[in-house]
Antibody, heavy 121, light 110 residues
Framework: QVQLVESGGGLVKPGGSLRLSCAAS????????MSWIRQAPGKGLEWVSY????????YYADSVKGRFTISRDNAKNSLYLQMNSLRAEDTAVYYC??????????????WGQGTLVTVSS | SYVLTQPPSVSVAPGKTARITCGGN??????VHWYQQKPGQAPVLVIY???DRPSGIPERFSGSNSGNTATLTISRVEAGDEADYYC?????????????FGGGTKLTVL
């Protein structure tokens, strides 16, 4: 069965860095586009970043552009999010999600359980 | 950037029909997806490409999209439908494309 398991969250000081990982299993990871989505405590969903199946196409939300870097290792069935220059407003649960089809505007059919990132001094 | 507007809350009695709207400029020209999120859980896809239903989602869930409004309709509402619902579209109109979510609607079953 399809599984997405995030890890790497934790408490970090403002200005610090953190690297999130998403381990995928139960499907051919290299065939699918992936995204990171976050949810601040008590708030709605916010898309963070997208990467195509080969990694050749990448997009970021304006709120993280220049600070976050998405990447993937298809040989390791893993998705990553390198987060630098973290701010208090980056505090959120971070989810990785799989797009159902390898085409633009395809919905997210599987989500991980999320990993909590807290940015605080 | 593209903006999706949802009502913060919708209340409905059990057995009745709930309608959750998602407003956006000419949203009818885009494909809309809907997610259900219960407290402490990851979102679950309930409607995709405006009106398609994933396997395992009850037929009580349906969707439509036209003009400036997309609508998620839940018929014969049950207590277990109480959750937050989010609409989503892909915004390709700007020079940096990306996913856009609505602000979410809390469905309360009275």
């Amino acid at each position: 069965q399809v599984q997405l398991v995030e890890s790497g969250g934790g408490l970090v000081k403002p200005g610090g860095s953190l690297r999130l990982s998403c381990a995928a299993s139960g499907f051919t990871f290299s065939d699918y586009y992936m995204s990171w989505i976050r949810q601040a405590p008590g708030k709605g969903l916010e898309w963070v970043s997208y990467i195509s199946s080969s990694g050749s196409t990448i997009y970021y939300a304006d709120s993280v552009k220049g600070r976050f870097t998405i990447s993937r290792d298809n040989a390791k069935n893993s998705l990553y999010l390198q987060m630098n220059s973290l701010r208090a407003e980056d505090t959120a649960v971070y989810y990785c999600a799989r797009e159902k089809y390898s085409s633009s505007s395809s919905p997210f059919d599987y989500w991980g359980q999320g990993t909590l990132v807290t940015v605080s001094s | 950037s593209y903006v999706l507007t949802q009502p913060p809350s919708v209340s409905v009695a059990p057995g009745k029909t709930a309608r959750i709207t998602c407003g956006g400029n000419n949203i009818g020209s885009k494909s809309v997806h809907w997610y259900q999120q219960k407290p402490g859980q990851a979102p679950v896809l309930v409607i995709y490409y405006d009106s398609d239903r994933p396997s395992g989602i009850p037929e009580r869930f349906s969707g439509s999209n036209s003009g400036n409004t997309a609508t998620l309709t839940i018929s014969r509402v049950e207590a277990g439908d109480e959750a937050d619902y989010y609409c989503q579209v892909w915004d390709s109109s700007s020079d940096h494309p990306g996913w856009v979510f609505g602000g979410g609607t809390k469905l309360t079953v009275l």
